[in-house]
């Protein structure tokens, strides 16, 4: 404590003389040993920190386990999540042909032939080179469009179609009994069978997936038309075929070609 | 302190110089100039203050900081060797006690072993120190030797102005007897 110090904190009961008198006086210090000791511990208080701060900024931050592995658990969880989400997303390929399996289970008939007038089954057999939509697999009907346009697009047209078909089917036995009571002379019996109709519009549809339509393709078409008693729209079919082809009437059975004379 | 609490240990060298004669000097009266008490109190003081280093707020002024540790150090002390607290030994019984401890050092201080005049002085100065109740010597060394105002020893030791001026008033007046003895 300096004489400065000790007269700058005066107080008013101070006395100057034995404060004077005091300071001659008091003049002890800590021994040697003790500021060494004393300062010995604050360097190792500081060393100890500092030694500690260069220890922590040397040595990376400790991470755990959790926190060095969750940017790749993070990863494959989302990779996981993708992959069982496209697997159980549903394919636009399969939509379509899923309507038409149903076509057998929604048919009440399951033997059209034997049941069939003549002239269906002469439509019918007219396309030799399609088989019955009901005896052809699934793959085999879709496949024709599937390999024209590989895009969705075209299934979606199938879908509609298919689903078109289905419309004529349930209405195909009444279209049957019309067609019967208004054109008598028709050659086709009235005994025909939903079962038929259904068969030979599926047919009908089928083909139309197969764009473009041959000639025969066409006429058998007509047929299967007149077959199930649709006349207004074996007459249209017809008029179409013409339109494409002059001698479409060529291509008709014999049996139909009386009456397709009859179609302005 | 700050720049010690943030590990320089030179800073702690300057602070040490600055005040380690007045708070060994400090102790070292209040024990009575039994210097391995002052040294062992010394040291727990400076120990206290490393230890605090990172702790350490500039609230107020260091030396006031400094010497609340050295005073609560001294209390510990004075419970541990004499089994009371400082604010027991003011009534007037103990003021009665201590005047005559002064009369008693008074007459010791006459020992011819005493060579010198200033080591009779400083014999006879700490002698009549010694016999100052604790709280006047207290009040007398904190503001010698800590060089504290009067307000910060009030602060310090949670008295009133009046009665650190009383404590003080007291203190000179039972050492400027023994100085006017010497002269």
Redesign the interface.
């Known amino acids: 404590?300096s004489n400065h110090?000790?007269e700058?904190?005066r107080?008013?009961?101070?006395?100057d003389?034995?404060?004077r008198?005091?300071?001659?006086?008091?003049?002890?210090?800590?021994?040697p040993a003790?500021?060494a000791?004393?300062?010995a511990?604050?360097?190792k208080?500081?060393?100890g920190?500092?030694e500690q701060?260069q220890a922590n900024r040397a040595r990376p931050p400790y991470r755990s386990w959790l926190t060095r592995w969750q940017p790749l658990a993070a990863a494959a969880a989302v990779a996981g999540l993708a992959f069982v989400l496209v697997q159980s997303l549903p394919r636009d390929r399969d939509v379509a042909p899923s309507l038409r399996m149903e076509e057998p289970a929604t048919t009440p008939a399951a033997a059209p032939e034997k049941t069939g007038s003549p002239a269906a089954r002469e439509a019918i057999e007219a396309k030799s080179a399609t088989p019955p939509a009901s005896t052809v697999p699934r793959e085999s009907v879709t496949a024709p469009a599937v390999a024209i346009d590989q895009k969705s697009e075209a299934d979606s047209v199938t879908a509609k179609r298919a689903t078109e078909v289905d419309q004529r089917q349930l209405a195909a036995p009444e279209t049957a009994g019309r067609a019967a009571s208004a054109a008598p002379a028709a050659p086709v019996p009235a005994q025909t069978t939903a079962a038929q109709a259904a068969t030979a519009t599926a047919e009908a549809a089928t083909r139309d997936n197969a764009a473009p339509p041959d000639a025969t393709d066409r006429a058998a078409r007509v047929a299967a038309l007149y077959a199930v008693g649709d006349i207004d729209g074996a007459a249209e079919a017809l008029r179409k075929f013409r339109a494409v082809d002059p001698g479409a009437d060529s291509y008709l059975p014999e049996s139909l070609r009386a009456w397709a004379r009859t179609v302005e | 302190m700050r720049a010690?609490g943030q590990?320089?240990?030179r800073a702690?060298?300057v602070l040490?110089a600055r005040h380690?004669?007045?708070t060994?000097?400090y102790f070292?009266?209040h024990a009575g100039g039994d210097?391995a008490t002052?040294?062992e109190l010394?040291?727990d003081l400076?120990?206290k203050v490393?230890?605090a280093?990172?702790r350490y707020e500039a609230q107020a002024k260091l030396s006031t900081w400094l010497y609340t540790l050295a005073r609560h150090r001294m209390v510990d002390h004075w419970r541990s060797r004499h089994g009371m607290a400082l604010e027991s030994l003011e009534d007037e019984a103990i003021v009665m006690q201590a005047e005559e401890s002064v009369a008693a050092a008074r007459a010791g201080s006459d020992d011819p072993l005493h060579a010198t005049v200033?080591a009779e002085?400083?014999q006879r100065?700490?002698a009549a120190l010694a016999d100052v109740p604790p709280l006047q010597r207290d009040a007398f060394l904190l503001?010698?030797?800590?060089?504290?105002?009067?307000e910060e020893i009030a602060g310090l030791t949670a008295a009133s102005g009046e009665t650190v001026?009383s404590r003080?008033?007291y203190a000179?007046r039972r050492?400027?007897a023994a100085?006017e003895d010497?002269t």
């Not at chain 2, 503001?143 to 009067?150: A, F, I, N, R």
């Open positions: 404590m110090e000790r700058g904190s107080t008013p009961v101070a006395d003389a034995l404060d008198a005091w300071q001659q006086v008091s003049d002890e210090q800590p021994p003790l500021d000791a004393i300062i511990a604050a360097h208080s500081t060393q920190s500092n701060a | 010690y590990g320089d240990a702690f060298e040490y380690k004669a007045a060994y000097r070292l009266r210097a002052a040294d010394h040291q400076w120990l490393i230890g280093r990172e200033d002085a400083r100065l700490f503001h010698v030797e800590g060089g504290l105002s009067l001026k003080l008033r000179y050492l400027r100085l010497m």
